[in-house]
C-alpha cells in the first residue's frame, strides 16, 4: 500500500526520563515499520533524559534522517504540555498520536487512514487497546471503547471515548479547540472530549 493513496501525516509522541529504553525502541520500531509509513515523527523530550534514552532516539534519527524531528524542552512540563509543544511542530494535516512505551500493529496506519479517506468528516480516529506485560503477546486486558456513533456520544458525557495513544487527529481540528492543555490526570483526553462535545 503506497503512501501516495493517502494523505501525508506525522506522529507525535513525548518521552521523558522515567520510560524503559528498550521500550522506547520498540515503539519506535512499531512506528518505522507500519504498512504504511509515516512523512515526520515529532518526538519531544520533555526535560532531561539519560543517556540510554537519548541513544535510542538518536539511533532511529540516524537511520531515519528525513522524518524524525527531535524537540528538546529544558524543563519537564508534563505530557499535556510536551504534546502541544509537539503539535506546533507537527507539518502535516493528520497527526497519529503514540506513546513511548506503546506498541501499534503494522496496519494502524492503514487502516485509520482508510477511514479518514473514506469519511472526510472525521477529526479523529481511534482504535481498542490490549494491554501486556514484558512480551507483546502477554497480554493482561483490554480497553475497549465505543465504536458506534450514538454510543460515544452517550460515552464522552462520563469520560473520553477514545484510547488517546491510539488516535490519529486532524491537526487544524486540535487546534480550533485550544491544542493540548496541562489538565492533571485529564491531559490525555482532553483534546479529545473538548472536539466530540464541540458544536458542529
Excluded at 503512501?3 to 509522541?13: I, R
Excluded at 537511520?63 to 511542530?89: F, H
Aim: proline share 6%.
Amino acid at each position: 500500500m503506497g503512501n501516495d493513496e493517502f494523505p501525508a501525516f506525522s506522529v507525535l509522541l513525548s518521552v521523558y526520563k522515567d520510560e524503559e529504553p528498550a521500550f522506547l525502541d520498540q515503539a519506535l520500531e512499531s512506528i518505522e515499520d507500519q504498512t504504511v509509513k509515516p512523512n515526520q515523527i515529532v518526538a519531544v523530550v520533555d526535560g532531561p533524559i539519560g543517556s540510554e534514552l537519548d541513544a535510542v532516539l538518536k539511533e532511529h534519527q540516524n537511520q531515519n534522517t528525513d522524518i524524525y524531528t527531535i524537540v528538546r524542552s529544558p524543563k519537564n512540563q508534563g505530557l499535556g504540555l510536551a504534546l502541544r509543544m509537539g503539535t506546533e511542530y507537527c507539518k502535516y494535516d493528520w497527526i497519529a498520536r503514540m506513546d513511548s512505551d506503546d506498541v501499534s500493529v503494522p496496519n494502524r496506519f492503514e487502516l485509520q487512514l482508510k477511514a479518514v479517506v473514506n469519511n472526510p468528516q472525521l477529526a479523529i480516529v481511534g482504535g481498542q487497546i490490549d494491554e501486556f506485560t514484558g512480551e507483546v503477546n502477554h497480554i493482561t486486558g483490554k480497553r475497549l471503547v465505543p465504536t458506534g456513533q450514538e454510543d460515544i456520544y452517550q460515552f464522552v458525557k462520563w469520560r473520553s471515548p477514545f484510547n488517546h495513544p491510539s488516535v490519529m487527529l486532524n491537526k487544524k481540528a486540535i487546534l480550533d479547540v485550544g491544542n493540548y492543555q496541562a489538565n492533571g490526570k485529564r491531559e490525555c483526553q482532553e483534546c479529545c472530549v473538548k472536539k466530540e462535545t464541540s458544536p458542529a
